[in-house]
C-alpha cells in the first residue's frame, strides 16, 4: 500500500457528534493498516494525527439475491463489508468536512437573533403610552341616541 490510498469520509450524524472532540471517520481500503491511513490523512491534509483506530463492519446477510433483474429466492446474499477508521488529531488541527453544517447553523443563528431583536423592540415599542391619546369621534347616530 501507498501513502496515497483513498479515504472516504463517513458522514453522518454521529461522526458530527464525534468530530467536536476531534475524532473523524474515514471508510479506507481493506489492507489499509493504521500507519499507512495516519500518513495518508496527514499529506492529504496537512494535520497532524494523534492515533488511529480501525474496524471492520461485516455486510448485513440479505435473504434472497437478484442476478440479472430476475430475484432468486432461497438464496442468501450478503452486503458488501467496510473498514472504517476512527482518526483522533491533535489539539489545534481539524478536517473541513462539517464546515457547512456549522455555516448553515451560524446563518440559522443571525436570522433567530434578528427575530428575537425585532420582537423585543416590538414589545417594548406597544408598553410606551400613547402621547396625545384621542377620543374616537362620534357618529351622527349616536348623538340622536344621546337626544331621544
Known amino acids: 500500500m501507498s501513502k496515497t490510498i483513498s479515504l472516504r469520509p463517513h458522514l453522518s450524524e454521529k461522526t458530527y457528534g464525534l468530530s467536536e472532540s476531534r475524532v473523524y ?33 461485516p455486510g448485513k446477510a440479505k435473504r434472497s439475491i437478484s442476478l440479472n433483474g430476475k430475484r432468486i429466492t432461497g438464496t442468501s446474499g450478503r452486503r458488501s463489508g467496510v473498514r472504517k477508521a476512527y482518526v483522533t488529531l491533535a489539539k489545534g488541527h481539524s478536517l473541513p468536512f462539517f464546515n457547512a453544517i456549522e455555516e448553515e447553523e451560524q446563518k440559522e ?36 341616541e344621546k337626544d331621544k
Open 25 to 57: 471517520v474515514m471508510e479506507v481500503p481493506g489492507g489499509a493498516n493504521k500507519h499507512i491511513v495516519a500518513q495518508a490523512v496527514e499529506a492529504q491534509f496537512e494535520v497532524k494525527v494523534e492515533k488511529v483506530n480501525l474496524t471492520n463492519i
Open 109 to 144: 443563528q443571525a436570522v433567530q437573533d434578528k427575530i428575537d431583536k425585532a420582537a423585543a423592540k416590538q414589545i417594548e415599542k406597544d408598553a410606551k403610552p400613547r402621547r396625545g391619546f384621542r377620543l374616537p369621534k362620534r357618529r351622527p347616530s349616536d348623538v340622536e
